[in-house]
């Protein structure tokens, strides 16, 4: 199962960080944009690539140390086409130096149109009865607002690819209790009900080490709910987002 | 406004359907995806140009009947970087034969990271101070369970580069009562809570014919939600999926 090689990787590290691959164009040294400009202009393509040589100079430096990279979809995208090949590429690259990828997509949808979502990103693609992979991450993010119709299919992937998703449980940004936090009438608050589906549908996806392919997205910005959360769901592993620029500590997540 | 464009569309064709460009590489004429595997070969670049050139013709076929498309991001994700450009691609040629575009993404996350999504799909991104246009949609499709600090990037957009955004409010899939239909503590569900969320998001982008610039997706499948969320939200625009296939008909939107 899928988190059980992140689990080994952490171990082996000692080291239970994901480092976040959201490449921002400004924070990118000069000399890596004017090489990349120079190769493809100031264009879509020249900033792609930018961002894939800043990538491939954090991974060298992290891969020894830290067992995972989170690349967020969002900064690739921004860059077309172009971008999402870079995204690729970076995957690519950060598996070839042993470390596992979640792909941050947060993506969501229902029946074939989640599971192509699934393929894009965890599973294959099938052209004429070849199988060929495409993104190649080993975790995806997902919302979850659709329900098992929008979950089912990932882990249809997931099971066959050996693969595992994150569900967006308690998410760390200032508004995330507008919804997340309203109590249902069954006195369960809305992020408490997520959590207990990610529960039930782990169930699917046993690990070896207690912890289902089925993780869940809550952050270290809310140190009273990731408490009590992690009391609630046993089988479920977390990625905790929010650590550092976001306000969250090492006691918050302690 | 994105929208009142939309309208001015449905007025002028007496047609108020989105055709949906979802395609799906085993539906396509086989003599489309041979010319395009001779040229491409049987890979993911290959099925992409298939996709495309099935789209050329059904957007030839559809421009002077139809106001708009609503491409599905998912199937075209599917094939990689590749089934991405042809996205871009496909949007740009509905473009350029008058059609309004939706991009069907869901996508979703939080401040600068959501405001990459927007500018990827409605607005610009800078290169060293030079705006490109990236995928060029009019409007968005936009899962908000993360709050106000996931819409509100997306509005700010909108404002500057005459777009729309769609948020999922009652989706038409079976299980979307799961989450969704829930109860909160003060009776209302989630899915009026979060349709409430849009009239007040939508306050910041009026439009001249009552609508603003924050529509709603509510499914064609639940009528009794449809008929009570069009009267609860008179300044909210709907895109009704769900019809057809999805087994909605037309007494159910009328």
């Known amino acids: 199962m899928s988190f059980d090689r992140l ?27 004017e090489e990349a400009y120079a190769q493809y202009g100031k264009t879509l393509e020249g900033a792609a690539e930018a961002l894939y040589r800043f990538n ?13 990279v989170k690349p967020q979809a969002a900064y690739y995208e921004m860059y077309g086409w172009e ?16 470390m596992f990828v979640i792909t941050d997509g947060k993506r969501n949808d229902i029946g074939t149109t989640m599971e192509a979502y699934a393929k894009a990103h965890l599973g294959v693609t099938e052209v004429e009865g070849e199988p060929l992979e495409v993104f190649g991450g080993d975790a995806l993010t997902v919302n979850a607002y659709l329900g098992t119709d929008g979950v089912k299919p990932v ?5 066959d ?11 760390s940004n200032p508004s995330s209790g507008e919804l997340q ?3 249902l009438d069954d006195g369960m608050t809305i992020y ?28 270290a ?34």
């Open 155 to 159: 882990l249809n992937v997931c099971r």
């Open 56 to 68: 491939v100079g954090l991974i060298d430096a992290l891969c020894d140390i830290v067992p995972a």
């Open 83 to 98: 971008g999402v090949r870079v995204l690729k590429r970076t995957i690519e690259y950060a598996k070839s130096k042993g």
């Open 221 to 254: 910005t809310y140190p009273a709910q990731l408490g009590e959360l992690r009391q609630a769901l046993p089988h479920t592993f977390f990625l905790v987002p929010g650590y550092g620029a976001q306000g969250g500590g090492a006691q918050d997540v302690a």
């Open 192 to 219: 408490q009900t997520m959590g207990r589906m990610c529960e039930q549908w782990g169930a699917e996806l046993p690990g070896k080490y207690g912890y289902s392919g089925v993780g869940a997205v809550v952050g």
């Open 181 to 183: 936090d309203r109590k």
């Open 7 to 33: 689990i080994e990787g952490i171990k082996r590290t000692k080291n239970p960080t994901v480092a976040g691959l959201d490449p921002k164009l400004d924070f990118i040294p000069a000399y890596i944009k």
């Open 161 to 171: 690819s050996d693969k595992g998703l994150f569900v967006l449980v308690k998410t």
